[in-house]
């Protein structure tokens, strides 16, 4: 005979917290997008950050797959880039021999070893559309990592994020354009600074010291 499924009384107010709270904010959505003033009180009440930031998200979806389809890519860097990771394939060790068009490389071994995953990944560096899109998804998890930061501080108003992504041509030319290896070490400063806010100091810690050993000077777009 089957035995009874025991759950415990602290586990079971959870679930009923959860979906009582779940059940609240439905409510509360529905009666806002019935009430102008709601609507306004969503726009610009930072308890509504995360509603906004599921949307945006949404759109960066789309806007970044267009970018990438629709406007040419600009050679700046990448092929530099590829040249001195190629000298590391071939076997040169020495970092006054490794150098690109752009000059002699200049930047930690962490970003040798992350671009030359790139390297195999996009065939050499040939398949610049390959590249774009990795890096489309780096992209997409900065996005992420900033709403969390802006949702868990709880005073940035839902507006602000069309100031931050839908007026920034920069940030996606920086990211999917141009194809600089900044973004690398900005994501992994966002993953250190969501440890850092959740009090995980020491994954935190882990997270940032890589980001250093990748390029220790990078642009903060937020």
């Not at 071939?90 to 068009?101: A, F, P």
């Not at 949702?151 to 996606?172: D, E, G, N, Q, W």
């Not at 994501?187 to 020491?202: E, Q």
Request: charged share 15%.
């Amino acid at each position: 005979m089957a035995q009874p499924r025991v759950v415990s009384r602290g586990k079971s107010y959870r679930e009923a917290y959860k979906t009582l709270r779940f059940k609240k904010i439905i409510k509360e959505l529905w009666n806002n997008l019935r009430n102008p003033i709601g609507l306004l009180k969503m726009f610009i009440d930072p308890e509504w950050f995360w509603l906004f930031g599921l949307l945006v998200f949404l759109v960066e979806i789309v806007v970044i797959i267009s970018v990438i389809e629709y406007i040419p890519y600009t050679e700046i860097d990448w092929k530099a880039y590829m040249q001195e990771v190629e000298g590391v394939v071939n076997g040169t060790l020495d970092y006054t021999k490794l150098e690109g068009d752009t000059g002699p490389l200049v930047y930690p071994a962490g970003f040798v070893y992350i671009f030359l995953v790139l390297y195999y990944l996009t065939g050499r560096g040939t398949n610049i559309h390959v590249a774009q899109y990795v890096f489309a998804l780096l992209y997409l998890l900065t996005l992420l990592l900033v709403f969390r930061i802006y949702a868990k501080c709880k005073k940035v108003p839902p507006y602000a994020l069309i100031f931050m992504c839908c007026t920034s041509y920069r940030i996606h030319s920086i990211y999917v354009l141009r194809l600089f290896n900044d973004p690398v070490a900005v994501v992994l400063f966002y993953c250190a600074l969501n440890f850092f806010i959740s009090s995980k100091w020491t994954i935190g810690a882990i997270f940032y010291r890589y980001k250093t050993f990748c390029l220790p000077e990078i642009l903060i777009f937020v």
